[in-house]
């Protein structure tokens, strides 16, 4: 994946009715908590070959598998083909905050560094956002 600069309000402006409010419903809750911090649009082939579009907030660099090094985000928002994700890059206790507090969140499916559900519905906003400071406060003490 490569971090464009593709204007983020565009991005979301162009995405389809039913998926387009719940986007820019959490857009606005990630931004809020990571306020301060850059977002860019990263696009491109993802983890499993798939294209993405995801919004990412923050700025960490990270070590790929076969040792180099790129510039990745904290935070991550997309939507899937039939689902949308948080990405959360950020490990406390050698364990990823998705894995350890993910649940929480309400109606979802965690994975190592992801939480997924079908819309806004399905989740806690007042959960995510003590979830995404939780986040913020784990990488601002490791930076």
């Known amino acids: 994946m490569e ?17 387009r409010d719940d986007m820019r419903t959490l857009h606005d809750v990630i931004a809020d908590v990571m306020d301060g911090m850059p977002a860019w649009l990263y696009t491109g082939k993802f983890w499993g070959g798939t294209d993405q579009d995801i919004i990412g907030y923050g700025q960490m660099d990270y070590s790929r598998p076969d040792g180099t090094e790129v510039q990745w985000f904290v935070v991550g928002l997309a939507a899937q083909k039939n689902h949308l994700s948080i990405y959360v890059n950020v490990v406390e ?14 109606k979802v499916k965690v994975g190592k560094a992801s939480v997924g559900f079908k819309g806004v519905a399905d989740i806690d906003l007042d959960e995510l956002r003590g979830f995404l400071g939780r986040a913020r406060e784990v990488y601002e003490a490791d930076s």
């Open 3 to 19: 971090r464009t600069d593709h204007d983020i309000a565009e991005f979301l402006d162009g995405l389809p009715d039913g998926v």
């Open 93 to 106: 206790d050698r364990q990823y905050l998705s894995e350890k507090y993910g649940k929480a969140l309400g």
